[in-house]
C-alpha cells in the first residue's frame, strides 16, 4: 500500500471511530486530525470536507445493502410478500449493525423521495435504497397508483427506522436484538399490506391506505 494510501485509510479509520462515539455531527475535521496524527489540513488533501468523509464510509455498506436487495428482488425463488419482507429485514439488520453510524449514513441531510435527483452523491444511494422499497410494494400492490405506492412505501420506511431508533443505544449484540425483532417485522409488514387489500372490484386500493 503506497504512503498516500495509508494515510487515507488512517483518516478514514480515525473519522469512523469519532463517529461511531460521538456521532457524525459532534466531530471535528481538527480532531479526526488528532486522532489520525496528522494535520487538519492534510485531510483536505483527500477530502473535499466532512460531508465527503461520511460518503467514503457510507459508500460499501451501503452498497452491500443494495446488491443484497437488488439480488432479493431478481430472484425467482420469492413470491412479492415475501420479497418484500426479506427486504425489511435486510434493512433493520444493516441499521441494527451500523446503529452507531446509522443516523449519519441514511438520515443526515436526506433529501425528501419524492424528488427524482440530488446533488450530493450519498442521498443518491439513499433514495436508491428507497425506490427498491418502493418497487417490492409495487410488486405487492401492482394496480396502486404513484401516491398510493409513495405513502405505504414511507410507513414502512418509518416503521423500519423506529424498531433502528428504539434500539440504538442498547448494549447488546445485533443477533439478539434481531432475534426478537424479527418476527415483529415480519408481522408488521403482514399488517400493512392486509390494510392495503384490493377493493371488491380489483381496481385499487382501500380507503384505509388512501386516507
Given at each position: 500500500m503506497s504512503l498516500e494510501a495509508q494515510a487515507k485509510e488512517r483518516i478514514l479509520l480515525a473519522a469512523q471511530k469519532l463517529f461511531t462515539q460521538k456521532g457524525y455531527e459532534q466531530v471535528t475535521v481538527r480532531e479526526i486530525a488528532r486522532e489520525a496524527k496528522?494535520?487538519?489540513?492534510?485531510?483536505?488533501?483527500?477530502?473535499?470536507?466532512?460531508?465527503?468523509?461520511l460518503e467514503a464510509l457510507a459508500e460499501e455498506p451501503l452498497d452491500r445493502l443494495r446488491n443484497s436487495i437488488q439480488?432479493?428482488?431478481?430472484?425467482?425463488?420469492?413470491?412479492?410478500?415475501?420479497?418484500?419482507?426479506?427486504?425489511?429485514?435486510?434493512?433493520?439488520?444493516?441499521?441494527?449493525?451500523?446503529r452507531n453510524l446509522y443516523q449519519a449514513f441514511l438520515t443526515y441531510e436526506a433529501s425528501r423521495v419524492d424528488i427524482e435527483e440530488t446533488i450530493w452523491e450519498l442521498n443518491e444511494k439513499r433514495l436508491e435504497l428507497f425506490v427498491h422499497l418502493k418497487n417490492a410494494v409495487k410488486g405487492v400492490f401492482p394496480n396502486a397508483d404513484e401516491k398510493q405506492l409513495l405513502d405505504l412505501s414511507r410507513m414502512i420506511y418509518f416503521l423500519l427506522h423506529g424498531i433502528i431508533m428504539t434500539y440504538k443505544n442498547v448494549d447488546?449484540?445485533?443477533?439478539?436484538?434481531?432475534?426478537?425483532?424479527?418476527?415483529?417485522?415480519?408481522?408488521?409488514?403482514?399488517?400493512?399490506?392486509?390494510?392495503?387489500?384490493?377493493?371488491?372490484?380489483?381496481?385499487?386500493?382501500?380507503?384505509?391506505?388512501?386516507?
Open positions: 496528522c494535520s487538519h489540513t492534510s485531510i483536505y488533501v483527500y477530502f473535499e470536507d466532512k460531508k465527503q468523509l439480488n432479493t428482488l431478481a430472484s425467482d425463488k420469492y413470491g412479492p410478500q415475501e420479497q418484500l419482507t426479506r427486504l425489511s429485514k435486510m434493512f433493520v439488520h444493516f441499521g441494527l449493525s451500523y447488546e449484540h445485533v443477533n439478539g436484538i434481531i432475534r426478537r425483532v424479527f418476527p415483529i417485522v415480519e408481522r408488521s409488514i403482514n399488517y400493512l399490506i392486509q390494510g392495503g387489500v384490493y377493493d371488491e372490484n380489483n381496481q385499487g386500493l382501500t380507503t384505509r391506505l388512501q386516507n
